[in-house]
């Protein structure tokens, strides 16, 4: 029965993801992407909850009266400068400088509606009570739009939480992320000429390239899974005969676990200060956000991984592997993730099929987790409610979220293949879950012990947005 209503649903929702493909917003300004959502959703029957926590491109749809709340997640932000033709191996701009969807949170969106629909159908024709919910969430780039969405209680009533991430593999994300704080350190110093006066000046520019070079020594005495990184984001201007009066440059600072990366930010913040001491300037500390590490759920992990073993495997056709070996040969060689993947294609395909350009198998998942190093929002939601989250093939092996290839693919016949399937895998879980109420429970007992009696700590700032940076950064 579910099967037959997503294939019923498929391209009304695929229309929607090729649309906001082709409207690439960046995030907080996803106007467009949300009003394409919002019609798509309420066509259905959804409830329609505009503007959450304040937001502007944040909202819920929701059906249903009573029975537990099953969350989907839903992402739809660009990325900037990566407009990419639709279908090409070439890299192309569609429009120069353009935005890009280069993390496929077109199809991120897509699928989740997908799911949400298709599970409606399903309840009204069982008559199986349940809520289903799905929250739009902007500004996954950068901005931590999931941040503002938990803190103001959007997740309270949520049983649990279900998503997904275009990508290489069909696999549960069995993964923990680091959690991350975004800083920007603003240093001011006094404006003279270089060649004329410079004893008269102070450098703020100094100020912040002594900074780099401390941080950068710091990286030897901290854990090995912890990322540092930083971006110049004011240089003080273009003209080396004026002594630079302002710079600013902006940190990431990550770590597996929050306390470590408020530790981090300590040290990094005596750094800045000692750059300052050192230059004669002043040094502002100006918090630009963050998101919490995911708690992954091991319980939730299983019941998804064993849909997905249900569902099979995931068949591409000829013509979307050649266009997927087209991909492959625009991307650097390499050899590990090659092997990677092959080592990742397993029982579902037979073996010597583990060179496809695309994953048609299943990742194996054995219970245990692991520590990805990236980060995500979806890390805060996760506090808050038990999440489980899937990949599906969307690319080709190989292929790098946040590039132009990740945008050629973004509304490809395999990318839309990939998007369904995630779909039916979401809807899936949550009819299983929804059935077998223990599940719940255990899983909701789960999150508790992976808590560990830790407070969900908000670390995007009290306004409403504060100061974010566009685009790119995760
Ligand atoms: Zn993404």
Known sequence: MLDAEIAGLAPAFKAVADKIWSTPELCFAE???????????????????????????????????????????????????????AGSAQQQPLEPGGNGHGCGHNLLGGGSMLAAAA????????????????????????????????????????????????GVFNGVRARSTLAVVNRAYRFRGTAAHAAMAPHLGRSALDAVELMNIGANFLREHVPPDVRLHYAITDAG?????????????????????????HDLVARVDDIARGAALMTGTEVEFLPQGGASNVLPNAVLCHVMHGVMQRLGRLDFTYGERIFAEEIRSSLPAQGS???????????????????????????????RMTQGSGSTDVGDVSWVVPVVECSTATWAVGTPSHSWQAVAQGCSPAAHRGMVRAAATMAGTALELIANPSLIQQAREEHQERRDGRMYVSLVPADTLGPFRSGGDL
Do not use: N
């Open 31 to 85: 106007h467009r992407s949300v009003a394409l959502q919002i019609d798509a959703m309420a066509a259905q029957g959804f409830r329609i909850a505009p503007r959450l926590a304040g937001l502007d491109t944040a909202f819920s749809a929701e059906w249903g009266e009573d029975g537990p709340v099953i969350a989907l997640l839903g992402e739809f932000d660009a990325l900037p400068g990566l407009s990419q033709i």
């Open 119 to 166: 599970l409606v159908r399903v309840l009204k024709q069982t008559g199986i009570r349940a809520r289903i919910r799905y929250y739009g969430c902007p500004a996954e780039e950068g901005g931590w739009g999931k941040g503002y969405m938990v803190r103001a209680g959007a997740f309270d009533d949520a049983a649990v939480a279900i998503g997904w991430h275009p």
């Open 237 to 261: 201007g273009v003209a080396p005969a004026v002594v630079q009066a302002r710079a600013e440059v902006l940190y990431m600072i990550r770590a597996p676990e929050l306390d470590e990366v």
């Open 337 to 367: 993730v090659d092997r990677r993947a092959r080592a990742e294609q397993d029982v579902l395909l037979p073996s010597g099929e583990g060179r496809l350009p695309l994953h048609e198998g299943l990742r194996p998942f054995d219970g």
